[in-house]
């Protein structure tokens, strides 16, 4: 064929091109944007973030859920009910990170995890995502216990403090002011165990768990005493602020003033004794307040920062709960915008109505709405402003393990003061490699 030829073939084929009819050239486009571009679209699955937590907290955050999903139409929160128990649901996390081949996409976090997982590798930074300015925003106290060797792994939801409770119309009836030293504790639970019915002056978790070691640290806070130094890890059990703290507690049993089975109490224990209005102090978390608020009590009991010695300070065991992304998840960015949902004001302040927890943004403690509902929040405030953390190291739970030991026998008077508190410091310094 000659060059003529193929110019005239060409011609003849533009020409039959162009007497296509229009509509089905339009037809054709159609049916490929639809093949190519819109299908994949239209048939693409939203993506699904896993969290677990307790069965209570899970339906508790069920409604924010379903607002979180209508606001991000691409992503799916799924909320695994794991046990109510705090170390059950740790302990599910932890096998599952072992096994290496984890579900969950975010890691809802008692703030004594962080460090623990955080140095396992399982936790993602997170200073990256969040400005200094936007922590601000946040209680301290809960800021630093996300923290681990200065990165950021967890964002604070809502934050725990403990406090000392007491009966303000026993005070008043007996002229007192609420006490704030151990001494005034002491003194004004005896006098009012004298003068009244009351049979109880002070309660506390005495039980070996980990409410002891959270009870505890508020206790070696007031007498300006330390645990471990998170820094160089220097372990302060057995200096005489802590043998101090320890006998403080044995005296309290030894008076009078504490009953003897308060060391098999824990935290549930001592509300219900104290709401049945058997007792005068009580050391507990913000719970309580909610719960002996409906109680035969109500209107007749208030809160402040913890006793301390006169030249040391209050401290306030920092506890509470926030979200954390998984290292193995394929979708930390849609992970991180169920975080910025909740950390929203307007999600907190909703959840905190609902439910009565402590909030970890500082604004919501002096919101109408909140106040008009809690109005002990403006108090708490003061409290939880008084923060202590559990030493942040990875060794926190074998750490709390041997304190836990020692104080209950020195408290139970199986070992002295002294040798409980010189044998948990050995044993710690051992664990640590000191």
Request: aromatic share 12%; hydrophobic share 40%.
């Amino acid at each position: 064929m000659n060059i003529s030829q193929q110019l005239s073939r060409l011609k003849r084929g533009i020409f039959r091109i162009k007497r296509f009819p229009r509509f089905l050239i339009l037809l054709i486009a159609s049916i490929a944007a639809i093949q190519f571009l819109i299908l994949p679209a239209l048939t693409q699955q939203p993506v699904t973030v896993q969290v677990l937590m307790s069965a209570l907290e899970a339906s508790q955050w069920q409604p924010f859920v379903e607002d979180f999903e209508q606001q991000n139409p691409g992503i799916n929160l799924e909320i695994i009910e794991g046990p109510n128990e705090t170390n059950l649901v740790e302990d599910l996390y932890t096998s599952a990170f072992l096994l290496g081949k984890s579900p969950y996409d975010l890691v809802y976090l008692d703030i004594v995890w962080v460090p623990k997982f955080a140095a396992a590798g399982w936790l993602m930074p997170l200073s990256d995502r969040v400005s200094e300015d936007q922590l601000a925003e946040f209680l301290q106290g809960d800021v630093e216990g996300g923290r681990y060797n200065g990165e950021l792994y967890r964002m604070p939801f809502r934050s725990d403090g403990g406090m000392l409770y007491y009966r303000t119309d026993l005070l008043k009836q007996g002229g007192y002011e609420p006490p704030e030293t151990f001494d005034e504790l002491m003194q004004i639970s005896q006098a009012l165990q004298q003068q009244t019915d009351i049979d109880l002056g002070y309660l506390w978790q005495g039980k070996q768990y980990e409410g002891l070691s959270a009870m505890f640290v508020e206790i070696l806070e007031g007498f300006g005493g330390f645990w471990v130094n998170p820094d160089t890890l220097e372990v302060g059990l057995d200096q005489p602020e802590a043998i101090q703290a320890v006998e403080f507690l044995r005296n309290t049993i030894d008076k009078g003033v504490s009953p003897p089975g308060v060391t098999t109490y824990a935290e549930e224990e001592t509300r219900r004794i104290f709401q049945n209005g058997e007792a005068i102090f009580l050391r507990n978390w913000p719970y309580v307040y909610t719960l002996a608020a409906d109680s035969e009590i109500a209107g007749q009991f208030a809160i402040k920062p913890m006793v301390h010695q006169p030249n040391d300070s209050s401290g306030a065991c920092q506890g509470g709960w926030g979200l954390g992304i998984s290292k193995s998840t394929k979708h930390a960015d849609e992970a991180w915008k169920v975080i910025e949902f909740f950390n929203r004001p307007e999600v907190q302040q909703q959840f905190i109505l609902a439910t009565g927890y402590a909030p970890a943004l500082k604004s919501l403690y002096t919101d109408p709405e909140l106040v008009a509902k809690y109005s002990y929040l403006p108090k708490l405030l003061e409290v939880l402003e008084k923060a202590v953390l559990r030493p942040p190291i990875a060794q926190y739970a074998q750490t709390s393990d041997i304190l836990q030991r020692y104080l209950s026998a020195a408290i139970t008077q199986s070992l002295s003061a002294e040798e409980a508190m010189n044998r948990a410091a050995q044993e710690t310094r051992r664990l640590l490699g000191d």
